[in-house]
Nanobody, 122 residues
């Protein structure tokens, strides 16, 4: 019933910006939205999250100040604006959502998109 679809991934050069979007269907809104990423050979990690009330939380220190999460309630969409991209940002980025207040760990999220690949060349 619920479907999350990510768009916006691609191949960019270091220093570029990229905006990812996640459009949800099957439910008008969620309590919590988040972006996770998984690089080859690494565990899935929390990148950024936003609550129903618009409170944002960021994960690793490396993304703070460069990435911005936002949501558009009318479109049931959550976005991730990534600035000053670095090669270490290369990963598959996943959108996730939960109907309940959540801590920002992968197991707390019921719904997941298929992911969109971001590759940052040096």
């Amino acid at each position: 019933q619920v479907q999350l679809v990510e768009t916006g991934g691609g191949l960019v050069q270091a220093g570029d910006s990229l905006s990812l979007s996640c459009t949800a269907s099957g439910r008008s809104s969620f309590r919590t939205y988040a972006w996770f990423r998984q690089a080859p050979g690494k565990e899935r990690e929390f990148v950024a999250g936003i609550t129903w009330s618009g409170v944002s939380t960021y994960g690793a220190d490396s993304v703070k100040g460069r990435f911005t999460i936002s949501k558009d309630n009318a479109k049931n969409m959550v976005n991730l604006l990534m600035n000053s991209l670095k090669p270490e940002d290369t990963a598959v980025y996943y959108c996730a959502a939960s109907n309940y207040p959540s801590t920002y760990v992968a197991r707390a999220f019921e719904y997941w998109g298929q992911g969109t690949r971001v590759t940052v060349s040096s």
